[in-house]
């Protein structure tokens, strides 16, 4: 079975600076997707950056970008010139790629970040 | 797009009473899925439709809880006999699969509090 297990449940960044969420995963699969989803408080859960594994090169999505280590099963999510909005619950997932999967995302646990001003 | 909704937002309930939650996807959506979140925690899959029809049920998804969705459009979860255990966000997502993306939308959840 494939699992998602994020070990930071709390990082704090200064307003400006960069920070690292890591997250490594299970999977005995070699075509899936890899995701980062912000939750803010009380509010919906949206999509930050997705990664397809066949992919080599990093995603990047403006001030977001992921270090994708297949082989090390390692996905973590870089945050660069963090601003006060990014304070929220980040999550890791994980999906098997193709149609004819079920598509379901399975999730670590969360990191909550603090942004400081 | 008027993205994912749910409702209601939250709903408190007695232990033992039934809870209808409803999912309205994006319109041309032809998945859709139901999470569960726990405090503090991810959300963990409970099913899922494709069009009309229910492909998969997690072991999460006991007796107690049935899903819909008629004609492939909203979708409703239905809680039976409810217990404090079932206390949880319960999360709606949908997605195009066959388009060019098949990201998952997520709605706002309903909360429910079983008393």
């Known amino acids: 079975a494939q699992t998602v297990t994020q070990s930071q449940p709390e990082m704090s960044v200064q307003e400006a600076e960069t920070v690292t969420l890591s997250c490594t995963y299970d999977?005995?699969?070699?075509?899936?997707?890899l995701f980062w989803y912000k939750q803010p408080p009380s509010r919906q859960m949206i999509l930050v950056i997705r990664q397809e594994a066949y992919k080599q090169q990093n995603a990047t999505e403006n001030r977001f970008s992921v270090n994708f280590q297949k082989a090390a099963k390692s996905f973590s999510l870089k945050i660069s010139d963090s601003q006060l909005g990014d304070a929220a619950m980040y999550f890791c997932?994980?999906?098997?790629?193709?149609?004819?999967?079920?598509?379901?995302?399975?999730f670590g646990q969360g990191t909550t970040l603090q942004v400081k001003p | 797009d008027t993205g994912v909704s749910q409702d209601p937002r939250h709903k408190i309930t007695k232990r033992g009473q039934n809870v209808t939650f409803r999912c309205d996807p994006i319109s041309e959506h032809n998945r859709l899925y139901w999470y569960r979140q726990t405090l503090g925690q991810g959300p963990e899959f409970l099913t899922y439709?494709?069009?009309?029809?229910?492909?998969?049920k997690s072991r999460l998804l006991s007796d107690r809880f049935s899903a819909e969705r008629p004609k492939g459009s909203f979708s409703t979860l239905e809680i039976q006999r409810t217990e404090q255990g079932d206390s949880a966000m319960y999360l709606c997502?949908?997605?195009?699969?066959?388009?060019?993306?098949?990201?998952?939308?997520f709605g706002p959840g309903t909360r429910l509090t079983v008393l």
């Open positions: 997932a994980y999906r098997l790629h193709g149609s004819s999967n079920t598509g379901k995302l399975i």
């Open positions: 439709f494709q069009n009309e029809a229910q492909l998969e």
């Open positions: 999977t005995s699969e070699s075509d899936y997707y």
């Open positions: 997502a949908s997605s195009l699969v066959g388009g060019r993306t098949d990201t998952q939308y």
